[in-house]
């Protein structure tokens, strides 16, 4: 089993950037898969980017392409988003999951989540 806890969350003007932290606890976090969701209000939950085992293999969606990167550091349990060149329509809270598909894109394939953390970017 996994525990997952994000931080990095807050307050940010647009263009601005944060980075998000996602520790994980468990000896077996380099065999999982690790992805970022996001939810807005009124909203479903949305896919973010993922990233495989090793972190050599990354995928994003369209809306975040060319300004988030997603990172792994599998000696510190812990991954990373860094988002760059904010918009308001990022104002979301992010979660940070791990399952065990290849690069999944789909909540419903990831196992564990974090609480999640607020991200909000003002105009």
């Known amino acids: 089993q996994v525990q997952l806890v994000e931080s990095g969350g807050g307050l940010v003007q647009a263009g601005g950037s944060l980075r998000l932290s996602c520790a994980a606890s468990g000896r077996t976090f380099s065999s999982y898969t690790m992805g970022w969701f996001r939810q807005a209000p009124g909203k479903g939950r949305e896919f973010v980017a993922t990233?495989?085992?090793?972190?050599?293999?990354?995928y994003y969606a369209d809306s975040v392409k060319g300004r988030f990167t997603i990172s792994r550091d599998n000696a510190k349990n812990t991954e990373y988003l860094q988002m760059s060149s904010l918009k308001p329509e990022d104002t979301a809270v992010y979660y940070c999951?791990?399952?065990?598909?290849?690069?999944?894109?789909?909540?419903?394939?990831?196992?564990?989540w974090g609480q999640g953390t607020q991200v909000t970017v003002s105009s």
């Open positions: 990233i495989t085992t090793s972190g050599r293999s990354t």
């Open positions: 999951a791990a399952g065990t598909w290849l690069l999944a894109t789909t909540a419903a394939h990831y196992d564990y």
